[in-house]
């Protein structure tokens, strides 16, 4: 059986490493793809893979098509938007994810952004700080729960939105749970995004939404850049000169955002949330163990795609 690693953003070497190790124990033969750049090599290495594991590389149709010896592909990481789950079903795949394992790392970023936006992007001006401030968390999954954990730490105000976690949950953890979107924008002075990006919330983050953030807002997003209106952000940027936005993931519109609102707009050059060598380890060494559970006893916990 052959297990292909195939990731253009690659793992740090010590979890690849720690993958190997997994897949070779169980027996199995272990190929690395990495920093592929275009479709067509992704599309020669899964020719003869078993089982692929991968981060935020796509797999549609047309790769499903290509993998003929294919039967499960986990990606390493929380969001699977990027796997074409009806086609997995359809060619017999079964997809899945390692929710939780890359969480922490992506909630510290949320705050190294946060505290950048307020110390005016380390420009050497008089800024703000997190303490005492009004945090909102949008989506109380995995990273949303690290970040209010870390929140605290900072002496923040927290507050989160979850259309789908109890509010019994939310305040379990001493953070004040809204009844909708609106209010955790109207209440706020940070929000931290954490919804997933599905047909529903694609879009969903727009002028009305955001507009309602009091003087001196702060969006950041370390979820998807899927889930930002862009065209609604950009005009309630024009509009509003006291609004920041901070962001891991490049916007579409990054070269008009970096023209028009200098000081207040930042993005990372890559999505680097997830890039820490403990998530790349957590999460791809889970993988790992999920191919090997799959593929010896047919354990399908943590299966995102319908049989
Ligand atoms: C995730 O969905 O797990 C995160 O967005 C991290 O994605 P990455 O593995 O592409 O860095």
Same mark, same amino acid.
């Given at each position: 059986m052959k297990v292909l690693v195939a990731t253009d953003k690659p793992f740090a070497k010590v979890a690849v490493d720690g993958i190997r190790k997994e897949i070779e124990a169980a027996g199995y033969e272990l190929a690395l793809l990495e920093k592929y750049g275009e479709k067509a090599k992704l599309l020669e290495a899964v020719v003869d893979a078993d089982a692929i594991i991968i981060r935020s590389d796509i797999i549609d149709a047309e790769v499903l098509d290509a993998?003929? %010896?294919?039967k499960i592909v986990v990606r390493a990481g929380a969001g699977y938007d990027n796997v074409d789950l009806e086609a997995a079903t359809a060619h017999n795949v079964c997809v899945m994810n390692t929710p939780g394992q890359n969480s922490n790392a992506v909630a510290e970023l949320a705050f190294g952004l946060m505290v950048m936006a307020v110390r005016n /992007?380390?420009?050497?001006t008089s800024g703000s700080e997190l303490k005492g401030k009004k945090l909102g968390i949008h989506a109380y999954g995995n990273v949303g729960r690290n970040v209010a954990r870390i929140a605290k730490g900072f002496g923040m105000d927290i507050y989160a939105y979850d259309a789908f976690c109890p509010k019994e949950v939310i305040e379990a953890d001493g953070v004040k749970a809204v009844a909708s979107a609106e209010e955790l924008y109207s209440t706020c002075d940070v929000v931290s995004l954490h919804i997933p990006a599905t047909a529903e919330t694609k879009n969903s983050i727009n002028h009305a939404l955001v507009g309602r /953030?009091?003087?001196?807002g702060l969006l950041v997003n370390t979820a998807r850049k899927e889930v930002i209106n862009e065209a609604e952000l950009i005009q309630l940027m024009e509009e509003r000169a006291d609004l920041k936005y901070m962001t891991d993931i490049m916007p579409a519109a990054h070269e008009t955002f970096m023209a028009k609102f200098a000081g207040r707009y930042f993005s990372t050059?890559?999505? /680097?949330?997830? %890039?820490t060598a403990e998530a790349n380890i957590n999460a791809g060494i889970a993988a790992a163990k999920q191919i090997v559970g799959f593929l010896k006893d047919g354990c399908e916990k943590f299966r995102v795609n319908k049989k």
């Open positions: 993998a003929k %010896q294919l /992007m380390y420009n050497g /953030m009091p003087k001196g050059p890559k999505k /680097m949330g997830a %890039q």
